[in-house]
């Protein structure tokens, strides 16, 4: 015997073979219309005029590998100057301060109250 689930009741229904194989009325065929192919179109649009595609700007991947590929003694994390020393500081020092809070807060909350 063939089941088929019956969008009526919500439940399984005894089936002849034929609709248990293709349920919910979905039917095997051909589409009457063929489907354009995707990405066969090009993603950029280049103006009638025939220029190029400008991008944002210029490609700093050469010279920003330059940077971090030299041997000098400087880990990368601090390459590009004062920028990134300005910005480690300030982690280490919001770090260091959280730190610091959160023993006190521990410490503040293990002492009992005074009366």
Known sequence: MYYKFSGFSQRLTGSAPAPAYCPQGLRPGVPSQLQPMM??????????????????????????????????????????GVPDKLLYRTTMALTIGGTLYCLVALYMASQPRKR
């Not at 090009?42 to 220029?51: A, F, L, N, R």
């Open 39 to 80: 990405f066969t179109t090009p993603t950029k649009v280049v103006s009638h005029s025939g220029e190029m595609v400008q991008y944002l700007g210029a490609n700093r991947v050469p010279d920003l590998q330059r940077l971090f590929q030299r041997s000098d003694g400087v880990p990368v994390h601090l390459k590009r």
